[in-house]
């Protein structure tokens, strides 16, 4: 069993849809949690970072952390064309820097 | 802004070939690190650095040598290129936060490297 679970997708919505992207993962160790974006031909972004449980919102995007399920998830409101990219999620335990990242989920967002 | 460059976006070797893929980062970051990327597995860990001439084992070290003599430039080798080294090859690297803050590991736009 992989550390961290990512349906590949691809997820194909329409434009101004709510996206819902999410990860589960094994380790109760982990504390840091963080969603990052991958366009075509280009390396990952961070998007959104959260430390433990709870939500935090940045414009269109909710991140939400619910570490009594072990589950992670990105929401994205009134999605957009530009949105359509790979979304990784990663995290990491409380000390060290390395990253175990989920697979990615391919988005598109159709106009 | 954090920039982080590869020597190459695309590359083809042939089996057997030694191959060497560079990155650059411009911000003073103490960590860097290499991953490759392969559809439906994301990124797995390579090796990354800490310091200069420090290297750690990622997940997956098998056929590859890291080399980090400069605290900007990190490199990644494989030693006798094999077909199954056919991926995205992805750089990247992060500062320590003293307290708490941001681990973000910044990215490079990766190594495309084919090997026939």
């Known amino acids: 069993q992989k550390e961290v679970e990512q349906d590949p997708g691809p997820l194909s919505v329409p434009e101004g849809a709510i996206v819902s992207l999410n990860c589960t993962y094994s380790?109760?160790?982990?504390?840091?949690f963080m969603w990052y974006r991958q366009y075509s031909r280009k390396g990952p972004e961070l998007l959104m970072y959260?430390?433990?449980?709870g939500n935090k919102e940045d414009g269109r995007f909710t991140a939400q952390v619910d570490k009594s399920s072990k589950y992670i998830s990105l929401f994205i409101r009134d999605s957009q064309p530009s949105d359509s990219a790979t979304y990784l999620c990663?995290?990491?335990?409380?000390?060290?820097?390395?990253?175990?990242f989920g697979a990615g989920t391919i988005l598109r967002v159709k106009s | 802004d954090v920039k982080v460059t590869q020597s190459s976006r695309y590359l083809v070797k042939r089996t057997g070939e030694k191959v060497f893929l560079e990155c650059v980062q411009d911000?003073?970051?103490?960590?860097m690190f290499w991953y490759r990327q392969d559809p439906g597995l994301g990124l797995r860990l390579i090796y990354f650095?800490?310091?200069?001439?420090?290297?750690e084992k990622g997940d997956i070290p098998e056929g590859y040598s890291v080399s980090r003599e400069k605290k900007e430039r990190f490199s990644l080798i494989l030693e006798s290129a094999s077909t199954n080294q056919t991926s995205m090859y992805l750089c990247?690297?992060?500062?320590?936060?003293?307290?708490?803050?941001?681990?973000?590991?910044?990215f490079g736009p990766g190594t495309r490297l084919t090997v026939t």
């Open positions: 990247a690297s992060s500062w320590t936060p003293k307290t708490s803050g941001s681990y973000e590991q910044y």
């Open positions: 380790n109760s160790a982990f504390q840091y």
């Open positions: 959260t430390y433990s449980s």
């Open positions: 990663a995290m990491k335990f409380r000390n060290g820097n390395k990253l175990v």
């Open positions: 911000m003073d970051h103490e960590n």
């Open positions: 650095s800490y310091d200069v001439k420090m290297k």
